[in-house]
């Protein structure tokens, strides 16, 4: 584990364990740049969720709504890395 405390396993999977040591993720790729993206990702959107928290709770977005953007999304992030 790195001082970031980032573990790269084989084929690029990752582990990120924040400082506490009891959560963090698993992000899997091909790369260790594909396997950064999603991570990456998750960690922002979980730094703006947790800012929407402080003003009061965020409307969550419908099932379909949900759907239609991750279809949008598919194929996004480091596509050619």
Not at 22 to 38: D, F, R, V
């Amino acid at each position: 584990m790195n001082a970031l405390g980032i573990n790269q396993g084989i084929s690029g999977n990752i582990s990120v364990c924040h400082g506490d040591g009891l959560h963090g993720m698993i992000a899997i790729g091909s790369s260790l740049a594909k396997a950064m993206w999603p991570a990456f990702e998750v960690e922002t959107l979980a730094r703006q969720y947790h800012g929407c928290l402080q003003i009061g709770q965020p409307p969550l977005l419908p099932t379909d709504e949900i759907e239609s953007v991750r279809m949008k999304m598919v194929g996004d992030g480091l596509a050619g890395a």
